[in-house]
């Protein structure tokens, strides 16, 4: 997850980081309402005076955690090693290959924050990465070649594509990755081509 900047204090970071596996730990053991500051300080092992050294309750704190993770996922999807040439896309969808093996790398974060009830805040941001994801790719002269051609307007797609990826990830962590990152990513360019196909026109004879 998110790294230390040159400007950040390493105790920050590390205090951070303790609460923050203490959450996902509580996380997998009872509901979020359930989860108090006293049990979440002990459970870090720092007393409640540090965790109001960075956040005000429990709720600023998982809205400063999803923050984090849209930077980390950003930061990976914007890296130069994310945009590859057409041919190379074609073969994976690069871009979700390196989104699937970050989050395969944490996956028991991931798990516990994607899938848990009521940390929609998690959800909800990924989501909206997932939709700007889905804008790049049809926001394109091809793109909206094909959706005229199909007569689907682009914010149907736009609503489908992200609910669809966000889906299949939680689904995916869900059941304990049974397919690797790249396998998954490449399903997911098989089902994108299947429905980018152009419209078959009627023959002649067909009339």
Known sequence: MSQATPRTD??????????????????????VEKISVNRLAERATINRVTFYLHYRDIPDMMEKMAD???EDLRAILQSPAARQSP????EGWPLMVN???????NFRFYKVILTTRRTTVFTEKFLRLLTDMVVERIDS??????????GIQRDVVVWYGSSALIGTII???RNDMPY???YLAKQFMLMRRQH??????????DQ
Not at 10 to 31: N, Q, S, Y
Not at 87 to 90: R, T, V
Not at 141 to 150: I, T, V
């Open 180 to 182: 690797t990152p790249l």
């Open 141 to 150: 002269p091809e793109g909206e070649a094909n959706l005229a051609a199909l």
């Open 10 to 31: 390493p105790r920050i970071v590390r205090t951070r980081r303790m609460l923050r596996d203490a959450l996902v730990e509580l996380l997998e053991e009872m509901d």
């Open 68 to 70: 984090e993770m849209i």
């Open 87 to 90: 041919a190379q896309q074609a």
């Open 171 to 173: 689904s995916w962590l």
């Open 196 to 205: 980018e196909k152009p419209p078959v026109l009627p023959r002649a004879t």
């Open 99 to 105: 989104l699937l093996e970050h989050i395969a790398e």
